[in-house]
């Protein structure tokens, strides 16, 4: 070797590149000035001859450099150049095979010191355009941007199809103490496959996947694959503006959970294929509903969609991140809602690139009380740190931006908020105040709806919450959590406990279907027959008792009943799409509620407004019976509920609170929905003033077995109050006459009688007499016997 050039040499720092020990490769690797001349340094194992292309404006000039160590570091010295790309190395490997390679190691970091502060301190929202792989050109060449958090390590590498997997060639540096590892590597682009490479300070060395991948690789479990940015041309700007100018609290939302896997089993989507937007358009649609809940469209186990192995990646089963962004756009101009299921609270150990990332806990809980969920297994994410806040917020940001999604639905944030969670005594360490809450976890989720909130107010926050944490649905300012809307678990669980029951038993579980409505308005709730409620259409027919048809009732009863109560809805996908003979008559039914929904404001407007709910009848156990009115801001709204739950048909006479008229409007048991069409049909329903359930004013109604009525109030019009008048002061009038006749005929009744009366007691007066004379008569002569005959036997003593 060239003494000058050996002297040049650092040999420790050498050794730290071929032993792949380094967290500044760039410090050794690459071109550095060494007084008039340039050093250039490069580590190419499979190398047999590397030279070096150094041009001079239009000029180039070959340069051999020298093996500097047999593990294939090369060195050579060249006259400076101030362009610090001014040359490419032309490689002939040990194989034969040659190649010409741009340097990466001549290239200054993508992240800067104000993105690492940002990240560490948990408000980089757009960290996922750090790091991750991003194509991209720096300085005029093309390349790909890798970076990764990944601190307490000796080393990380970035593999793939373009180094052959071989850790040892693109060493990364770590550009700030947080962790963060960073490297450009030119001519590398969309398409190839990738992960890192880390090695513990123990000396383990191991692959991780990305946590920030964009797409997963369908050849090589553990590898991500490089994409370029999605292009997409949005049609939705005014669907956007409007959802935001809507009042949460009085909209109406009816949404249909989907599962995109059950969706596209049996489909396939090719490259240019629209079935999906036009499919899922029709079916939400064809059932009325304004809104769809997609179950985790992320990368994920498939046996648990909510085992989610990429946060950032799109499901390859639902196609390129072009086709999902199309269908949101499509719902979106046809004015459906897109709301995502975000599992933001725990991930499996199946996901890859989270699970131990650097060898040890990181974005998981360290501590053994924390770590994983008891029941399912899976890890919690750490929420005291902030880099796996901020990972978690970025995500959620991220949907949001880029797909235009319009709510997220948090998983159970019950198991991440109570330490006590699942978890008998003894297995959990209480907070510093010595309660039994996850602090960390409980400011991530007013950070998380904050956060969004403050992208874009119309985003909807859902969650699940089953524990009874209180102020869910209240804003962070008021002392809640921040959500929009909770779901109502307890509800689902409480109707299908009375449900299950045979009717004949129902009476004494008749507490569990009213019990809602005392606690109802401490939330903003959302009610569901959700895919962890009922499965599909088969599983709910399945808990309702009796034969086919009873069941198919119960069905019919189960739906409307959840359409017709305070809140919000959400049905899954498996009650919409079901077999064939009972498909016709049940989606007609799921058209007709969300219609009715929709188009009766009583049934929405006032959901968290205790006057928007008024029990007319909450007591008739024995009689399985309970009728309610839903109230919306215009009195003339009010709509009457009756329920009979009991398995036979029954007639009830029904209070109300005005008087009216009342029309049918919708019967579970018509015909058109598979019922028998025992109900009252179009008949007006006149109110009689006849006191029930407390009212002053009634109604006679017939209502099948297991079924619903939803009855309109329409009040007399003015003309009809007149012809109500002069019929009232007719029927007064009536009345008067009849009481005049009456009273009449009960004057002279009674003088009959009075005569009659008289006539019998003078004749029973008379026939006394008579009989006493009989009796004195009688007596006189038994006297006179008795005399005669002690006489007689006197004289016959003196004889």
């Known amino acids: 070797m060239n003494s000058k050039l050996y002297k040049l040499m650092n040999w420790p720092e050498i050794e730290e590149i071929i032993y792949s020990d380094g967290k500044d490769p760039h410090r050794i690797l690459g071109a550095h000035k060494v007084g008039g001349s340039m050093l250039v340094q490069c580590f190419l194992p499979e190398a047999e001859k590397v030279e070096v292309l150094l041009r001079k404006g239009t000029k180039s000039r070959r340069y051999e450099m020298e093996l500097a160590d047999e593990a294939g570091f090369f060195a050579a010295l060249l006259p400076y150049q101030k362009d610090p790309h001014a040359y490419l190395y032309e490689v002939t490997n040990q194989d034969g095979t040659q190649k010409t390679i741009a340097d990466p190691y001549t290239f200054e970091p993508g992240i800067q010191r104000e993105d690492c502060i940002k990240f560490t301190s948990g408000i980089h929202y757009s960290i996922y355009e750090k790091l991750g792989a991003h194509p991209q050109e720096r300085d005029g060449i093309q390349g790909c941007s890798f970076a990764i958090w990944a601190p307490f390590v000796a080393r990380v590498s970035v593999i793939g199809s373009f180094n052959h ?211 399912s297994g899976y890890l919690t994410f750490d929420f005291g740190r902030k880099e796996v806040v901020n990972y978690l917020l970025s995500c959620a940001l991220y949907w949001c931006s880029l797909c235009h999604v319009d709510g997220l639905r948090i998983t159970d944030i019950a ?52 524990a009874n944490w209180p102020k869910v649905t209240t804003s962070a300012k008021e002392g809640g959590l921040g959500f929009d809307y909770k779901w109502n678990s307890g509800w689902a669980r409480d109707f299908f406990a009375y449900m299950d029951n045979d009717p004949l038993y129902r009476s004494g579980h008749h507490n569990e279907l009213v019990f809602s409505l005392i606690y109802h308005y401490t939330e903003h709730f959302l009610l569901s027959f959700s895919h962890e409620d009922i499965g599909g259409f088969s599983e709910m027919l399945s808990r309702m008792p009796g034969d086919s048809k009873q069941k198919e009732a119960g069905v ?19 009650v919409c799409e079901i077999e064939a003979d009972h498909e016709k008559h049940l989606r007609t039914l799921m058209q007709d509620l969300n219609r009715l929904y929709f188009e009766h404001p009583a049934l929405y407007e006032l959901d968290d407004a205790e006057g928007g709910f008024e029990w007319i009848n909450s007591m008739a156990a024995q009689e399985c019976m309970m009728s309610f009115v839903r109230h919306g801001k215009k009195e003339e709204d009010m709509l009457l509920v009756v329920c009979n739950m009991a398995g036979i048909p029954r007639e009830f ?36 003033k006849r006191e029930a359930d407390g009212r002053e004013f009634s109604i006679q ?99």
């Not at 019919?556 to 996908?573: D, E, N, Q, S, T």
């Not at 006479?653 to 049909?681: F, S």
């Open 165 to 375: 997997f071989d850790g040892r060639i693109h060493q990364m540096r770590e550009v700030d103490p947080c962790g963060i590892y960073e490297i450009f590597i030119p001519d590398v682009g969309a398409g190839e496959e990738y992960c890192f490479e880390i090695k513990s300070k123990a000396g383990d060395i191991f692959r991780r996947e990305d946590p920030f991948a964009f797409a997963k690789s369908k050849k090589n479990e553990g590898c991500a694959l490089i994409t370029n940015p999605p292009e997409m041309i949005w049609h939705d700007e005014a669907f956007l503006q409007s959802r935001k100018k809507v009042d949460k609290a009085e909209m109406p939302l009816s949404i249909c959970e989907i599962s995109p896997d059950l969706f596209l089993a049996d489909r396939k989507i090719a490259e240019d294929d629209i079935y999906l937007s036009e499919a899922l358009l029709h079916l939400v649609q064809e059932n009325g509903f304004n809104a769809v809940e997609f179950m985790p469209v992320m990368e994920h186990d498939d046996a648990d969609p909510y085992a989610v192995t990429n946060f950032f990646a799109l499901s390859s089963k639902i196609g390129r991140m072009e086709h999902f962004m199309k269908v949101i756009d499509t719902l979106h101009r046809n004015g459906i809602r897109v709301i995502l299921d975000f599992p933001a609270t725990f991930f499996s150990e199946k996901n890859q690139s989270l699970f131990r990332a650097n060898g040890s806990p990181l974005y998981e809980y360290a501590e053994p009380t924390k770590e994983r969920q008891p029941k």
């Open 415 to 466: 198991k991440i908020i109570y330490l006590d969670y699942d978890r008998p005594p003894g297995g959990w360490i209480p907070n510093i105040y010595g309660g039994n809450q996850n602090l960390e976890a409980e400011d991530f989720v007013k950070t998380l709806n904050q956060t969004v909130h403050k992208k874009d107010s119309g985003i909807l926050m859902i969650t699940k919450e089953t």
């Open 556 to 574: 019919r009863f189960a739906i409307a009943y959840l359409m017709v109560h305070p809140g919000r809805k959400m049905i899954f996908r498996g």
């Open 653 to 688: 006479t029904v209070g109300v609170p005005r008087d009216g008229k009342y029309t049918e409007i919708l019967n579970t048991d018509a015909r058109e929905y598979g019922g028998n069409g025992l109900g009252n049909g179009t008949e007006v329903l006149e109110v009689v």
């Open 701 to 799: 109604v017939k209502v099948a077995a297991s079924s619903l009525l939803v009855l309109r109030f329409v009040p007399y019009t003015a003309q009809e109050n007149k012809i109500r008048l002069i019929r009232h002061e007719t029927y007064v009038k009536m009345e008067e006459e009849q009481d005049e006749s009456r009273e009449a005929l009960r004057k002279k009744q009674e003088a009959e009688e009075e005569k009659l009366l008289a006539e019998l007691r003078k004749k029973y007066e008379l026939e006394m007499s008579r009989q006493e004379e009989s009796i004195r008569e009688k007596y006189h002569k038994i006297e006179a016997e008795k005399i005669m005959h002690v006489v007689k036997a006197s004289a016959k003593k003196t004889e």
